[in-house]
């Protein structure tokens, strides 16, 4: 599955989604939240000060998780523009598309007219000096764990009036967070299965510490095969996988025949027990609600005698 077979289409969406890449640390509870008054002033994931008027009419998404979030939040309606890749819910897909991380259309957004921009901070703030210049308000959100995330949706239910939505939200997301701890918090160490997650294949591509996956995997009750690598998104060894004998592999993409018949790894147990499962990435790499629904997908394919 090279980049010349259509690998085009679907890497830069999830190298995008993997900039945003968390470390999640377990489910407590949310914040308490206040219900908005404005004129508002809160802190934005960049550390700055920002004024909110009043309640936004409209908003511009610059990423495909920021956009995601506002529908989450019943925002759809004010949602003006979005980023490339802006594909769930499948309404986003109407809106006009006013840049992607390594461009933006300032004309357009200008066009557009928003009320509130807002952007991943580590995106955004390539950005930030041109959209000021402008006049254009723009608030940056900066999830990096699971709680940040959480935070990060009731913050954006304060900024533009719709706190009770991003409480129940959360709330949601708590609720099965938790549903998963607690049928996994018991399973001794040699009922955690070992997993390898396969981002990309040439060169072979796996997630590491302070990767998304990788806590994912943990909170599931799995153990990651590549859990002592540098990095969180790192090139991996072949022979390394074959070496450690992986009782899951995951992967982000659809093509399991072709892994299935790799002749080096026939004898890896996942191949031999039929354990090998492919995924939607996007709700494993978004900074959305759609990552507790990961979860207990994810829970589900290591432990199908518990969540079956």
Known sequence: MRLGQG????ILPLLLA?????????????????A??????IKDGLGREILIKEVPKRLIALTPS??????????????VGVSNYSDFPLAAKDRP??????????EKILLLEPDLIIGDAQLVKNYMNKLEELGLPVLAINPTNLQEVMDSLLLLGRVTGSTDVANQVVCEMQERIQYVEGKVKDLPEEARP????????????TCGPGSF?????ELAAGKNLAADASDAWIE???ELVVERDPEIILLTRPYKDELVARSAWQGIKAIKDGRVVEVNSDPFVRTTPRLAHALVELATILHPEIFQ
């Open 18 to 34: 993997l900039v945003a890449c968390f470390t999640l640390h377990g489910a407590t509870p949310a914040k308490a939240n206040p």
């Open 236 to 238: 991996y060894s072949s």
């Open 194 to 205: 070992l997993v390898f997650v396969e981002v990309w294949d040439e060169p072979l591509m």
């Open 36 to 41: 908005s008054s404005f004129p508002l002033v």
């Open 66 to 79: 920021v956009t995601e979030n506002l529908f989450a939040l019943g925002l759809g309606d004010k949602v």
């Open 213 to 217: 996956i990788q806590e994912l995997i």
């Open 97 to 106: 598309v006013v840049g992607d991380a390594f461009q933006l259309n300032y």
């Open 7 to 10: 690998g085009q289409v679907w």
